[in-house]
């Protein structure tokens, strides 16, 4: 009784484990391939902010954005 008792829960700890390496990795390679914010984005961003953004300040913005990923 106590083997099997202690087998589930083995069973379940190591489930969890592996269902939390494995999720970390699909969200890691779905943020890699859609990113949440684009050059566009910021374009926009920056536009309804009464900015002009040039080049230069976009891809700056998206150099710190992809720091913090």
Do not use: C
């Not at 969200?27 to 920056?46: A, C, F, R, S, V």
């Amino acid at each position: 009784m106590w083997h099997d008792i202690l087998m589930i829960a083995i069973g379940l700890i190591a489930g969890l484990v592996i269902g939390v390496f494995v999720s970390r990795k699909l969200m890691t390679k779905y943020l890699k391939k859609n990113p949440p914010i684009n050059e566009e984005m910021i374009k926009t961003l920056m536009s309804g902010m009464g900015r002009t953004p040039n080049q230069k300040q976009v891809n700056q913005m998206m150099k710190q954005m992809q720091k913090y990923m």
